[in-house]
């Protein structure tokens, strides 16, 4: 599941923007101020984040100085329609602007887009002769379906869309499972296992000492 991070200190827009997303089937987190915004972004990982430029506490282009080094694609929220101001936005790094007010159409335009440009909108995930659709939720190995459970798929598609990053095992758990990550390793470890096995990918899926598991791409 694909998670998206609303900052946006107008409460019903956050909701609004939040009820749409989700109705789509993203994973949504909303942030009321640039501080709390920061203080996520520092803990999580998200594949996208809404940002609004006026904020209180870290305002939009601030805010954006956290989120460049994780590479997460961002769209900027604006009501300021004029030109200088997006300008502003796309030149600091921003991925695509929306003005305040917009359609939900738009915007779930707008966000398909940027997670299709940034390669993690893509249905189809290819790694060897594994093949993922993540819209049908359809797994192939040599073209003979595999049977995976919900969790072993998201896993999977975690891990295939990382191919070749070291994956902390906290990160991992609570990307894929939606929740923290109490130092409970088992769950994960298993997991791990049972993918490995159903897909022969004993070698493919490395265990990263310390870390967590890196799959190699
Ligand atoms: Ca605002």
């Known amino acids: 599941m694909l998670s998206?991070?609303?900052?946006?200190?107008?409460?019903?827009?956050?909701?609004?923007?939040?009820?749409?997303?989700?109705?789509?089937?993203?994973?949504?987190?909303?942030?009321?101020d640039g501080r709390q915004g920061a203080d996520l972004i520092e803990r999580e990982t998200f594949d996208l984040i809404l940002l609004d430029i006026m904020l209180p506490e870290i305002n939009g282009y601030e805010l954006l100085e956290y989120v460049k080094p994780t590479g997460t694609p961002v769209i900027f929220m604006t009501a300021m329609g004029a030109v200088p101001d997006r300008i502003k936005g796309l030149k600091l790094g921003a991925d695509d602007y929306l003005v305040k007010p917009f359609q939900i159409g738009e915007l779930l335009a707008r966000v398909e887009a940027v997670l299709r440009r940034s390669g993690k909108g893509e249905k189809q995930l290819a790694v060897g002769d594994v093949r993922i659709n993540t819209e049908s939720r359809h797994v192939t190995k040599a073209e003979q379906p595999v049977e995976l459970t919900c969790k072993e798929f998201d896993l999977l598609v975690e891990l295939v869309r990382n191919k070749n990053i070291a994956l902390y095992r906290d990160r991992l758990y609570e990307k894929v499972w939606g929740e923290p990550f109490v130092g409970e390793t088992r769950t994960l470890d298993t997991h791990i296992q049972r993918l490995r096995k159903k897909l022969d990918w004993e070698k493919r899926i490395k265990t990263v000492f310390r870390i967590g598991y890196r799959l190699e791409g």
Request: charged share 25%; net charge negative; with cysteine.
């Open 4 to 32: 998206i991070l609303i900052v946006e200190d107008e409460q019903a827009i956050a909701n609004l923007i939040d009820i749409n997303l989700s109705d789509e089937g993203y994973r949504c987190t909303c942030a009321y």
